[in-house]
């Protein structure tokens, strides 16, 4: 089995930064794409940031310049370094790994518990 567990999350101000990390674990053979989506309620959970196992990154217009994703392969792990936050930015934020768990088997999506993030004074 895979888990991904989702670290970070917590209140700040506006304006403030939070670090998201998120460790993959248990029967992995390899790790392909990483990436963050984000939540609110009654709206779909959507894209924030991801990251190819060559480290080539992509953002929703929304966070770019703000946002900043990067990924340790060595220890299945990505982060997510959010600066100048913005009320809007409160959400759910999960992680999301595209991972192999043998040489032979597909490459599967898996997805974190998430973390809250509120941004509020």
């Known amino acids: 089995q895979v888990q991904l567990v989702e670290s970070g999350g917590g209140l700040v101000q506006p304006g403030g930064s939070l670090r998201l990390s998120c460790a993959a674990s248990g029967s992995i053979f390899s790790v392909s794409a990483m990436g963050w989506y984000r939540q609110t309620p009654g709206k779909e959970r959507d894209l924030v940031a991801g990251?190819?196992?060559?480290?080539?990154?992509n953002y929703a217009d929304s966070v770019k310049g703000r946002f900043t994703i990067s990924r340790d392969n060595a220890k299945n792990t990505v982060s997510l370094q959010m600066n100048s936050l913005r009320p809007e930015d409160t959400a759910v934020y999960y992680c999301?790994?595209?991972?192999?768990?043998?040489?032979?088997?597909?490459?599967?999506?898996?997805w974190g518990k998430g973390t809250l993030v509120t941004v509020s004074s």
């Open positions: 990251i190819t196992r060559g480290g080539s990154t």
């Open positions: 999301e790994a595209n991972i192999r768990t043998t040489s032979w088997g597909p490459l599967m999506d898996y």
